[in-house]
């Protein structure tokens, strides 16, 4: 994992969220091999791809910083997940823009983490990186996450499909949303 340039790190009532450690890796490559999490992902990881996956996130961080960043319960220390803040990374009607999005390990399903998170990041993203509007998507069959999404304050944009997938996958077409600054 790389150096990084300043150390970062937000609180919320409940979570850390931090620069990447050695020790978040092994959770994170087993949330990454998990298919119930994985469920609207093209594919599982091996513990190589999330080992080199979070390389990227500490690069990219260097580069430009983008947020990819694991979250810590403070209770415990436990990793809990991810939360993300970046550049969307393919062309489309709604970009350049801004994305949101989080995964979070199943032991910390239902406790509310995805949305006190983001909440958290977005703040950072409107008053920190002075972003105007942020979005976030993802498969309109993960209802899950379009209900974080919703309690986030975030606007339903309509449907878009997502160019990295084939048309024929059922992960192709996606929900977006986005959330302006003044709305948090």
Not at 8 to 14: A, D, G, K, S, Y
Not at 44 to 73: D, G
Not at 144 to 159: Q, W
């Amino acid at each position: 994992m790389g150096e990084s340039v300043k150390k970062f790190q937000l609180e919320t009532e409940r979570l850390i969220i931090r620069e990447w450690r050695e020790v978040d890796i092994e959770p994170f490559a087993a949330m990454n091999q998990d298919s119930r999490i994985m469920e609207f992902f093209p594919f599982v990881l091996t513990p190589e791809e999330s080992l080199a996956m979070i390389n990227i996130f500490c690069t990219k961080r260097q580069e430009n910083n983008t947020l990819y960043l694991p979250l810590i319960e403070k209770d415990g220390g436990s990793f809990a997940g991810l939360v993300n803040l970046a550049p969307v990374a393919f062309e489309a009607h709604f970009t350049p823009a801004h994305e949101i999005g989080w995964r979070l390990a199943y032991d910390f399903w239902g406790k509310g983490y995805a949305t006190e998170a983001a909440k958290k990041l977005i703040e950072y993203g409107f008053s920190k990186l002075q972003l105007d509007e942020i979005v976030s998507f993802t498969a309109i069959i993960n209802k899950r996450s379009t209900a974080v999404m919703e309690r986030l304050g975030m606007s339903y944009e309509g449907e878009f499909d997502h160019p990295g997938l084939d048309a024929e996958n059922q992960l192709h077409r996606h929900a977006l949303y986005r959330i302006s600054r003044g709305r948090v």
